[in-house]
């Protein structure tokens, strides 16, 4: 009997290794799918296409559940899912889908035993512990915090959700510190959409989101159609201005090929967004 559950756990640990091992050599597949994907130009296509790159993606982190490679492709997934085909028609379904993505990023940077003790303390503690991450962990630590904040911009009427915000902007300009450049100025765009929604008595003010979507503009070098689509969701609407919506969603529907092809998907999503706020241009102004 002995031997009997020696040879089982050696079997049972055999397994979990091989398990790993093929995850191992399908990573760079995973890989090349994810950049496969953004440079997909076909919105309908790429959405087709997501949802099973993402069953996948969580059937290897059974495997393998502390892969950071494989949790930053999962929250990463998850958030454009449903940023891109979910939050405007479904926004309840694109909560869960938001919760998901933080959570598989947040897996990721709790592998430092700073942020992990400090994840629930003050806020100051909070976004020292940030200080840890260098500019490798920037993917994993933008769309932990992307998928929060836009959690957050669903749940603008809830206090304790506002609560949080604090948290994710000091992430955001973490990023912004390590690469202000990444997802076409990503950070910069984050902060154009939070300062048009927060609420006036806690901080927000309009104009400043303006100067970030510009500043996300520029880093990108105007290649990152996606700014004006929320430009033209957040800021034209909160100035009453349709002129501003009529021109920033004229030149996104207008704009051709991309600088860099991994911005294509991004761009061909901006495209769709706009197509959507305009059927719904009544309601925004």
């Keep these: 009997m002995k031997h009997l559950f020696l040879y089982l756990s050696l079997l049972f640990l055999s397994s979990c290794s091989l398990n790993k091992i093929v995850i191992g050599f399908a990573s760079p597949i995973v890989d090349g799918g994810i950049v496969a994907l953004f440079h997909e130009t076909d919105a309908e296509f790429a959405k087709d296409a ?83 991450f260098d500019k490798n962990d920037v993917p994993a630590l933008f769309w932990s915090a992307i998928s929060w904040g836009l959690w957050i911009n669903l749940n603008m009427d809830s206090p304790k959700a506002l609560a949080q915000l604090p948290r994710v902007e000091a992430m955001m300009k973490r990023v912004q510190v390590l690469e202000p450049t990444y997802f076409g100025g990503g950070a910069d765009l984050f902060f154009g959409v939070i300062e048009c929604v927060k609420p006036a008595f806690i901080g927000g003010d309009k104009e400043k989101g ?54 294509n998907l991004p761009n061909a999503l901006a495209k769709r967004k706009i197509k959507y706020l305009q059927s719904q241009k009544d309601e925004l102004f």
């Design 50 to 132: 997501i949802a099973g790159q993402l069953k996948l993606l969580e059937g290897f982190l059974i495997n393998d559940p502390e892969n950071d490679v494989l949790l930053t492709h999962a929250s990463m997934g998850f958030a454009a899912y449903a940023l891109g085909f979910v939050e405007d028609t479904n926004p309840e379904r694109a909560k869960a889908f938001y919760n998901r993505a933080k959570e598989y990023g947040f897996r990721v940077l709790r592998q430092y035993s700073d942020f992990k003790a400090n994840e629930n303390g003050s806020v100051e503690a909070f976004e020292a512990s940030l200080q840890t």
């Design 210 to 263: 303006l100067k970030h979507f510009e500043t996300a503009m520029k880093l990108s070098e105007n290649d990152f159609q996606l700014t004006k689509a929320f430009m033209a969701q957040y800021y034209a609407p909160a100035v009453l201005d349709e002129e501003l919506f009529d021109k920033w969603a004229k030149e996104v529907l207008n704009s051709g090929e991309t600088k860099n092809p991994m911005n």
